[in-house]
């Protein structure tokens, strides 16, 4: 770089800094604390879109996620998707394997679960199976539709579903879905030590049915904890477990019974899809569908020209700016996501498949951990640099669930003296007088902490944490890393890198409430390595049958929250609006849960994208 270009550089990064403490030394502005909307309010301006009067503030209240249709489908098109994404994807493109969102994206075009649910995330009758439920709520037995086929052709079969219980449940099998849900499973447990050959509790009636009995019951198993997730059999049956996710069935070839199905792949940058014909809701209207990654910086001129017809996760940050774009409509809706901040505790024990805590973490301290959450000033970060549309989070149970999500929780409020004063009274101080605490054993201490690259907010993000935890008096040392780097050394695939002791990252949330996935001892995705008897506790019975009772499981994960504020194993930043911006030609679509529309019905009113005036 030349010299000029790198003063200039360091120029805008400092003054990114000074506007970054600025904006983050006062009270000021509008609270969007713990809700989707702004509290003053200041309604919408006619022709103006979304922009308010409110200081430059928007609500996610005041978008759609139902696309208006204008004009007439004609017949056939084909779209292009954006993945917004500044890394290739990985793709592991099945269900019971994959791990990332950017894989989870493409896989939303040509796969699917077996069940639907509904806008409260209660799995319904409407899927490509139905289901019945024995009296004691134990036994469910699913009956999968007749023109139910994998895009080969063959039928979809409860030996498939079946299957996909028992790669999961292997000994070898090594992606992050063996969890909770599977170890309710009757014989789930002997099945994956190996002391049987099957799985007691799911049994193949016949070609299409199939029955599942859990050991107990749980609101869970209506609402997210069943797995719906086949795997063809006739493909990766006589395959070893340890070879199916990268294997080219999984890599280069990947099937499914969805209303796409892939026509070529260019590995991490693209994938064509043409429509299938055979799909069990209907003959799509799209000939095909191109997914293609775009990059955070180049996706406000892949829509205005017209390269891409729609993204499912346009960068907030960049709303303002474009939001009278001429050619798109906006959709938005409350994400079923946070952003988080997470300690390693501990690392993952391979063989024994669960968390093995380490006493002597540098993290350990959990008054150096509600420290690090009382110094960051969360409700500016949104308004600041999202404009309102990611805001402070409190609890680890988003608003994405509000039957849940305790709102009266306003979790570790911004209160940086608060933290100094825990710091204080553990016993962490500056004993050499160069500005930085030492351990209370009078040990240097120097904190590691990564996060990921995208966007042009992502690192002034990172740096503003690593700054506000420097006016508590701790050196902490800040790595960037690109998505794919950055969960394998948190631990992606079990393997936890001991140099990593905090670390940004962020979760989507599944449609069952049940956080037993994320930070139950046996979860892999358990990413901080925590285990606590009192969490442990809690998980069970919220997924208890007592838990039927909505009071009492309200009551158990507001009490499940207050642990996780306490503990602080990791701790919520932001809760998250998604947006889409969507070509005004398309037609027949929809973001959110429950809104009844599918991607067979997606249309286009014109042969090619409509650009910006």
Not at 86 to 91: I, R
Not at 283 to 299: H, Q, Y
Not at 405 to 427: I, M, S, T, Y
Request: aromatic content about 12%; glycine content about 10%; proline content about 5%.
């Amino acid at each position: 770089m030349a010299k000029n270009n790198w003063s200039k550089f360091l120029f805008l990064l400092m003054l990114s800094f000074v506007l970054i403490l600025a904006a983050c030394s006062g009270n000021e502005g509008t609270s969007t604390e713990g809700n989707t909307s702004t509290e003053e309010g200041g309604g919408k301006e006619a022709d103006e879109g979304t922009k308010l009067e409110n200081g430059g503030m928007y609500s996610i209240e005041d978008f759609n996620n139902v696309k208006t249709n204008n004009g007439e489908a004609i017949e056939g098109g084909n779209i292009t998707f954006g993945l917004v994404s500044d890394t290739v994807f990985e793709g592991t493109l099945n269900w019971n394997f994959y791990s990332g969102d950017p894989d989870a994206q493409i896989l939303n075009w040509f796969d699917e679960g077996l069940l639907t649910w509904d806008e409260n995330y209660v799995y319904t009758n409407d899927g490509a199976a139905t289901y019945e439920v024995s009296e004691d709520g134990r036994t469910f037995t699913f009956k999968i539709g007749d023109n139910v086929n994998w895009h080969d052709g063959k039928p979809v079969t409860a030996e498939d579903w079946q299957f996909a219980h028992e790669v999961i449940g292997h000994p070898d099998y090594d992606g992050p879905r063996y969890n909770s849900d599977f170890t309710n499973i009757e014989g789930m447990e002997d099945y994956h030590s190996g002391k049987a050959d099957t799985i007691s509790g799911i049994e193949v009636i016949d070609e299409k049915t199939l029955s599942i009995t859990y050991i107990e019951s749980t609101p869970s198993l209506l609402t997210g904890s069943i797995w719906s997730y086949p795997l063809a059999k006739h493909i990766f049956g006589e395959m070893a477990v340890a070879d199916i996710s990268s294997s080219p069935e999984v890599r280069e070839k990947p099937i499914g019974f969805g209303p796409f199905k892939v026509e070529s792949i260019v590995p991490g940058e693209s994938v064509t899809l043409v429509k299938n014909e055979d799909y069990w809701r209907g003959e799509p209207k799209l000939d095909g569908v191109t997914v293609k990654v775009i990059s955070s910086s180049t996706v406000v001129q892949e829509l205005k020209t017209g390269g891409v017809d729609l993204i499912s996760d346009f960068p907030v940050d960049q709303f303002p700016d474009n939001a009278e774009m001429s050619n798109v409509e906006y959709l938005g809706a409350v994400d079923r996501a946070y952003t988080y901040i997470g300690f390693k505790l501990g690392t993952w024990d391979a063989e024994n498949n669960r968390v093995s805590p380490n006493p002597d973490a540098k993290m350990g301290d959990v008054a150096l951990r509600q420290a690090m959450w009382h110094a960051v000033d969360n409700k500016t970060v949104g308004e600041r640099f999202y404009n309102g549309l990611r805001w402070n989070a409190t609890t680890l149970i988003p608003p994405s669930h509000p039957e849940f999500h305790d709102e009266n929780n306003k979790g570790r409020e911004f209160d940086p003296e608060a933290a100094k004063k825990l710091l204080d009274d553990a016993g962490y101080e500056d004993t050499d007088g160069d500005g930085f605490r030492e351990t209370p054993e009078g040990e240097p201490l120097e904190i590691n902490f990564i996060s990921m690259t995208g966007g042009d907010i992502a690192e002034p993000l990172a740096r503003y944490y690593v700054q506000a935890w420097e006016t508590i008096g701790l050196k902490v040392n800040l790595e960037m890393l690109e998505f794919n780097t950055f969960y394998d050394r948190v631990g992606n695939g079990g393997k936890d890198d001991p140099k990593v002791d905090v670390y940004q990252a962020a979760w989507g949330v599944g449609i069952d409430v049940d956080p037993s996935g994320l930070y139950g001892a046996d979860a892999l995705y358990n990413f901080a390595r925590w285990e606590n008897e009192e969490n442990e506790r809690l998980l069970k019975e919220g997924r208890s049958e007592k838990a039927f009772d909505l009071a009492y499981r309200q009551e158990i994960y507001n009490e499940w929250q207050q642990l996780m504020v306490d503990e602080v194993p990791v701790f919520p930043t932001l809760y998250r609006a998604t947006l889409s911006p969507v070509n005004n030609r398309v037609l027949n679509f929809a973001i959110g849960d429950g809104t009844g529309v599918y991607l067979n019905e997606l249309a286009v009113s014109e042969e090619s994208p409509i650009k910006a005036e």
